[in-house]
Nanobody
Framework: QVQLVESGGGLVQPGGSLRLSCAAS????????MGWYRQAAGKQRELVAT???????NYADSVKGRFTISRDNAKKTVFLQMNSLKPEDTAVYYC?????????WGKGTLVTVSS
């Protein structure tokens, strides 16, 4: 059974940094796009960033220049380095990956940006 497990969330002050990780496990034959989405309280889930198997990245305008997505294909892991965090970045962050021809989601990790 394929699973995605996120880690790295927590409480950080405005201007601070966090690094999220998402590891895929199970019977995995292929992984295509991997990405991060987030959902703030009372809002719809939105795209944060995606990365293709060969490293092509895509970012939401709201995080460009502050967040960096990367992946380690050997470890089946995707990362999200978040710098210059703002209170409006507060949300549950979800990992998504296309694995074996299907889309899988992690359960999410909470990021709170507050002083």
């Amino acid at each position: 059974q394929v699973q995605l497990v996120e880690s790295g969330g927590g409480l950080v002050q405005p201007g601070g940094s966090l690094r999220l990780s998402c590891a895929a496990s199970g019977s995995i034959f292929s992984i295509v796009s991997m990405g991060w989405y987030r959902q703030a309280a009372g809002k719809q889930r939105e795209l944060v960033a995606t990365v293709s198997p060969n490293g092509i990245t895509n970012y939401a305008d709201s995080v460009k220049g502050r967040f960096t997505i990367s992946r380690d294909n050997a470890k089946k892991t995707v990362f999200l380095q978040m710098n210059s965090l703002k209170p409006e970045d507060t949300a549950v962050y979800y990992c998504k990956a296309g694995i074996n021809g299907m889309n899988y989601w992690g359960k999410g990790t909470l990021v709170t940006v507050s002083s």
